[in-house]
C-alpha cells in the first residue's frame, strides 16, 4: 500500500524538517534525509572521507549497536506512511530499519526528547539496497512532531519521507487573520485536473517558490478546456485577500484564473464566486481584497493551463470553528493543552 505517498512529506527541509542529531555521520551528512530532491549520484566524486553520497551515510561499526537519526518534522500531523529510500546505496545499504515517532509540544532539545513517549510506527524491516521501501505508519490517528530512524547496524539511507496529514495547533490560528489555504495551516489540495510536471500542493508551501519546479504547473492543454485545482481550507472561514503569484512562471502563466467557494456543511447550497474571471501577467505577485461567504474550500481555475507560483488565501475563521480545531488538537494529541 503505497498510495499515502500523495500526501504532504511533513519532514521535508522545505516544510521545515530538521535531522537535529545522530548518532554518526562520518561518509554523509544526516541533513541529506530530508533533501526536497530525487536522491542523485555520481561515481568517483571521491573525497578525504569517501564517495560522496547525497544521503546519510555512517562507518562501518565494529563494536556492535546500531545508527539513528532524530528528526524533527516541519509540521505537526498524523503520519500516513514513511518511505525509506536506500537509492545508490548498493554495497553499503542497512539491512533492516525502524521508525518510531513522539509528539513533543513546544520546542524539545534533543536531550529532552530522549524521555518522550516514543511510539513503534514501522517495525523493524528487511530493507534492500538502492530502493525506495513504503511502508504504512502504526497509529495513523496519533499527532506526532518527531520521528527517529534507526538503520540495524550501519550504512547509509538516501532518504525519508514521512507522509501523512497536517494537523495545525489552534493556538497559531485562532483569533489571528491567517492564510486558510496554507499547508502548514491543514489545507490541502484534494483533487485537480493535471500535475504533469508538478503537484498542486506545492502553491500552498510557506515562502517563495524559487524556480518554477517550487510551484504548480501543468502541461500544455490543447482541447479547449481549462486546468483547475480544488483547495480544502486549512478550517471554514471567510476569505479576505487573496493572493496569487505568478513568480517564475514568464512563458507558461495562465492568461487569467477565477475563484469558486463551496461549503462542505452544507452540500445543497450553490457554489459562489469569490473572484471571477480575472487576467495574470506573468511573473506576478497579485493580490486582491475582497470578502467571502463563508467557505470551506476553493477551486482555482486557471485559464487554459499553465503555473501558478502560490496562492494564499486570507481570512478569519468561521465563529465556531476556534472550538472545533481545539477539541480536534486535544484528542489527537491525547491530553488536555496546558
Ligand atoms: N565505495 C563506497 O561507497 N564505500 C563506502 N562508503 C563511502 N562513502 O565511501 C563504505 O565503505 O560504505
Redesign the pocket.
Known amino acids: 500500500m503505497t498510495d499515502f505517498t500523495s500526501l504532504p512529506d511533513l519532514a521535508v527541509r522545505t516544510l521545515g524538517g530538521s535531522v537535529i542529531a545522530a548518532s554518526d555521520e562520518s561518509?554523509?551528512a544526516k541533513e541529506n534525509l530530508l533533501n526536497p530532491w530525487a536522491p542523485a549520484f555520481r561515481p568517483e566524486t571521491f573525497g578525504p572521507k569517501?564517495?560522496e553520497?547525497d544521503g546519510w551515510?555512517t562507518a562501518?561499526r565494529r563494536a556492535g549497536g546500531h545508527d539513528w537519526a532524530l528528526v524533527r518534522l516541519g509540521l505537526p500531523g498524523r503520519i500516513a506512511g514513511v518511505v525509506i529510500d536506500t537509492a545508490w546505496f548498493k554495497?553499503?545499504f542497512p539491512p533492516h530499519a525502524s521508525v518510531e515517532a513522539c509528539f513533543a509540544d513546544g520546542h524539545s532539545s534533543p536531550a529532552e526528547l530522549l524521555d518522550a513517549d516514543w511510539a513503534e510506527i514501522v517495525p523493524k524491516s528487511p530493507l534492500e539496497g538502492d530502493t525506495a521501501h513504503a511502508f504504512a505508519a502504526a497509529e495513523p490517528g496519533r499527532v506526532f512532531t518527531h520521528v527517529r530512524l534507526a538503520m540495524v547496524p550501519d550504512g547509509g539511507v538516501a532518504r525519508l519521507r514521512v507522509h501523512g496529514h497536517v494537523v495545525p495547533n489552534p493556538e497559531f490560528l485562532t483569533g489571528l487573520t491567517v492564510d486558510l489555504a496554507a499547508l502548514e495551516n491543514g489545507a490541502r489540495v484534494v483533487e485537480c485536473s493535471d500535475m504533469f510536471y508538478s503537484s498542486p500542493d506545492n502553491m500552498l508551501y510557506p515562502g517563495l517558490a524559487r524556480t518554477q519546479a517550487e510551484g504548480w504547473e501543468t502541461a500544455r492543454r490543447r482541447d479547449g478546456g481549462n486546468d483547475w485545482a480544488l483547495i480544502r481550507l486549512a478550517a471554514p472561514g471567510i476569505i479576505r485577500l487573496a493572493e496569487i503569484d505568478t513568480t517564475n512562471l514568464k512563458f507558461n502563466a495562465p492568461a487569467a484564473f477565477a475563484l469558486t467557494g463551496f461549503d462542505d456543511r452544507r452540500p445543497s447550497a450553490s457554489p459562489r464566486t469569490i473572484l471571477p474571471r480575472t487576467p495574470l501577467r506573468p511573473d506576478t505577485r497579485h493580490r486582491f481584497r475582497l470578502s467571502s461567504p463563508e467557505v470551506t474550500s476553493v477551486r482555482l481555475d486557471i485559464h487554459p493551463d499553465g503555473g501558478i507560483a502560490r496562492l494564499r488565501l486570507f481570512g478569519d475563521l468561521a465563529p465556531g470553528t476556534e472550538r472545533d480545531l481545539a477539541a480536534r488538537w486535544d484528542a489527537l494529541t491525547q491530553g488536555p493543552r496546558a
Open positions: 561518509f554523509a569517501g564517495q553520497y551515510e562501518r554495497g553499503n
